[in-house]
T-cell receptor
Framework: AQRVTQPEKLLSVFKGAPVELKCNYS??????LFWYVQYSRQRLQLLLR??SRESIKGFTADLNKGETSFHLKKPFAQEEDSAMYYC?????????????FGQGTILTVHP | DGGITQSPKYLFRKEGQNVTLSCEQN?????MYWYRQDPGQGLRLIYY???????QKGDIAEGYSVSREKKESFPLTVTSAQKNPTAFYLC????????????FGSGTRLTVV
């Protein structure tokens, strides 16, 4: 069975500092990985997905199959990045389309 | 305006009562999902449906039931058998193709009084 672990419940940084939100997964096949974000009073929304290798709002994430990680990074955090972040995995196969989420990390960016 | 709508936003239930949460989408998505969001536990899958008239249990289906009679609608019933129903419930939809991601509703907060 697949599992997603976000080891940090809370993460605080100062504006302009680099930020890294950790995500580790366990799955024996080739996963598809996502980061979702939930800003205050807004819906949960897709931030980025590994398959498209895109950068959204300055965030990037690289899939490291050797370390089974998909950490989310941004070189210079902004106050508007404060939000709840979820890492999610799609296992494919019979679970096609079904996502398994991590526990979430609350990021706070201080001025 | 395409999207996914959950109603009501807040719901109060007396112990022993069944309640139904509504989820409607006009995105023409094949797949729909119900998640429960609890502090410190992330999102846990309750039920999902990849096609009309078919649905599967997720990780925490006990005490819940669903139906998928129409492509647009995927209501969730929280029954009296659910031991700890107070939570935030999120509905989502997708094309069913794994790489496209989900569209989420705004959620329903259920409180048992």
């Amino acid at each position: 069975a697949q599992r997603v672990t976000q080891p940090e419940k809370l993460l605080s940084v100062f504006k302009g500092a680099p930020v890294e939100l950790k995500c580790n997964y366990s799955y024996s096949g080739s996963p598809e990985l996502f980061w979702y974000v939930q800003y205050s009073r807004q819906r949960l929304q897709l931030l980025l997905r590994h398959i498209s290798r895109e950068s959204i709002k300055g965030f990037t994430a690289d899939l490291n199959k050797g370390e089974t990680s998909f950490h989310l990074k941004k070189p210079f955090a902004q106050e508007e990045d404060s939000a709840m972040y979820y890492c999610a995995l799609n296992a494919g196969g019979t679970s096609y389309g079904k996502l398994t989420f991590g526990q979430g990390t609350i990021l706070t960016v201080h001025p | 305006d395409g999207g996914i709508t959950q109603s009501p936003k807040y719901l109060f239930r007396k112990e022993g009562q069944n309640v139904t949460l509504s989820c409607e989408q006009n995105l023409n998505h094949d797949a729909m999902y119900w998640y429960r969001q609890d502090p410190g536990q992330g999102l846990r899958l309750i039920y999902y449906s990849q096609i009309v008239n078919d649905f599967q249990k997720g990780d925490i289906a006990e005490g819940y039931s669903v139906s998928r009679e129409k492509k647009e609608s995927f209501p969730l019933t929280v029954t009296s058998a659910q031991k700890n129903p107070t939570a935030f419930y999120l509905c989502a939809s997708s094309t069913g193709q794994g790489e496209t991601g989900y569209t989420f509703g705004s959620g329903t907060r259920l409180t048992v009084v």
